[in-house]
């Protein structure tokens, strides 16, 4: 199984390429910074030197500013992630 077929990898692996090419505040790269510990347990190359300090009110003050319902859809992208950080590690635990 491919890491592109795992729910929510849409917007969990783009992130991890901004990440690494330094791009610390878009909506990907926040989400990685939330989950950053389990993704990297799970087997996933996090550069954690790039991470922004506070990912969860970065996320939310950037969705603030382009949306009207940020709110819920925080709270859709941290169920995406969720999501992706579960299908991944019951990936690397039965090594899928």
């Keep these: 199984m491919s890491l592109n077929e795992l729910p929510g990898a849409e ?4 992130g991890l390429d901004d990440l690494h090419h330094g791009k610390m505040n878009t ?3 926040l989400l990685v910074a939330i989950a950053a510990t389990r993704l990297a347990e799970a087997g996933l190359d996090v550069p954690k030197d790039r ?8 996320l ?3 969705l603030e500013d ?3 319902d ?11 992630l969720n999501s992706f950080c579960n299908a991944l590690e019951l990936r690397y635990m039965y090594k899928l």
Excluded: K, M
Aim: cysteine-free.
């Design 11 to 14: 917007l969990i692996l783009p």
């Design 27 to 29: 909506v990907g790269s």
């Design 51 to 58: 991470l922004a300090a506070e990912p969860e009110l970065t």
């Design 60 to 62: 939310y003050a950037l």
């Design 66 to 68: 382009e949306r009207d």
């Design 70 to 80: 940020a709110y819920l859809y925080y709270n859709a992208l941290l169920n995406r």
